[in-house]
């Protein structure tokens, strides 16, 4: 690849980031930071296997005995808080893009799932949320109304 297009292919991945960046911070909850609610929400990926949800939440910084998930047969609640840990004395502040303060995020599952197998670890800054499907046994009578 040529110098341009190399030079022009970075600047167009930095000017994406840079966008991506600027549609965040003019998000509704931003631009109106006083209202009631949440503020911010982690960001998740969603996966479904044979026989589950997997759900993958960005939780870097947030102390687990901060969150809650609670499951329900369609949806998945996380909630929790990310503390301000910065340093004090601080005089200025340069760049501030981490959010910070109480979040609650329901996610919306595909397939209904089986809340008693609900299983969630925390690796890497991310919280796992495994969901086995619910699985439909045997036969059942309908009756015609």
């Known amino acids: ?3 341009f297009k190399k030079r022009y292919s970075r600047n167009f991945a930095d000017l994406e980031r840079q966008m991506g960046r600027m549609m ?3 998000s509704f909850p931003r631009m109106f930071p006083f209202q009631a609610g949440t503020t911010w929400y982690p960001a998740a990926d969603v996966y479904e296997t044979d026989d589950a949800i997997l759900v993958y939440v960005d939780v870097a910084g947030i102390d687990r005995t901060k969150m809650t998930v609670t499951a ?3 949806s998945v609640i996380i909630a929790g808080e990310r503390l301000f840990s ?3 004395n601080i005089c ?3 760049q501030l893009e981490i959010e910070h303060g109480f979040f609650e995020r329901t996610l919306p599952l595909p397939v209904p799932v089986d809340v008693n197998a609900t299983t969630s670890t925390c690796e890497n800054g991310f919280l796992i949320i495994t969901l086995p499907k619910q699985q439909l046994k045997g036969k059942i009578k309908v009756n015609i109304g």
Request: glycine content about 0%.
């Open 24 to 26: 965040r911070n003019m």
């Open 72 to 74: 329900e047969s369609t």
């Open 1 to 3: 690849m040529d110098e």
């Open 86 to 88: 910065a340093e004090h």
């Open 92 to 94: 200025r502040i340069h």
